[in-house]
């Protein structure tokens, strides 16, 4: 029994790795490329915009570069998702996930930010003057934005990797009912033969 039992949690992770190969290199491998390289070309797009806003605006100061945030950080999750679609491993998939969720949030507040910093100042002198600055601030805000939706759509790819919340209560409510209906069934053709035995005895 132990060498059982030994033997079924060692084949758990290969089995495991196995469906995540499969899911990486046959179901999702162009999906998969598609949002790494969407990843790395946004995140390296928003920098030069956010360096020139940021020289403009505060003579050079990168503190004030806010998308420069995300940008880094949409770095690191594309270079993760090219790992994952190179050699897939679980930790992989959970630091992918890990980085998506920030990356989205962060992304999401500084698009907020920078919009309403925009917003509050497009009738400025500065604006006004340079009408290339307030270009490149939208061009910051959009590839910001872009990255948001980016992280969103990988935050969805991996959660078909297993079924939803509801989707899985549904289907363990179906298989209770149809485990509830064979019980019945059995359960009546062990009794069918008792109710025929007593009567035959009564008979007799």
């Not at 090219?82 to 630091?95: F, T």
């Amino acid at each position: 029994m132990d060498e059982r039992a030994g033997q079924q949690q060692q084949g758990r992770p290969n089995l495991h790795l196995e469906k995540l190969q499969h899911w990486v290199k046959h179901r999702k491998s162009g999906q998969l490329l598609v949002l790494a390289v969407s990843q790395l070309w946004l995140s390296m797009a928003v920098v030069p915009f956010a360096i020139s806003v940021a020289c403009l605006n505060s003579a050079c100061c990168l503190a004030t570069a806010l998308p420069l945030g995300p940008g880094a950080l949409g770095l690191l999750t594309g270079t993760v998702t090219l790992e994952l679609r190179r050699s897939p491993r679980l930790w992989k998939v959970q630091a992918m996930m890990i980085f998506n969720i920030f990356n989205m949030i962060l992304g999401f507040i500084v698009a907020v930010v920078e919009m309403m910093k925009t917003a509050l100042g497009i009738f400025s002198p500065v604006y006004l003057q340079l009408a290339g600055l307030l270009v490149m601030e939208l061009s910051a805000e959009a590839f910001t934005l872009g990255g948001v939706l980016v992280s969103a759509f990988a935050l969805f790819l991996l959660s078909q990797r297993k079924p939803g919340c509801c989707r899985s209560q549904s289907l363990h409510y179906q298989e209770l009912q149809e485990g509830f209906s064979e019980l019945e069934e059995v359960l009546g053709l062990e009794n069918g033969p008792k109710v025929a035995s007593t009567g035959n005895g009564t008979n007799e």
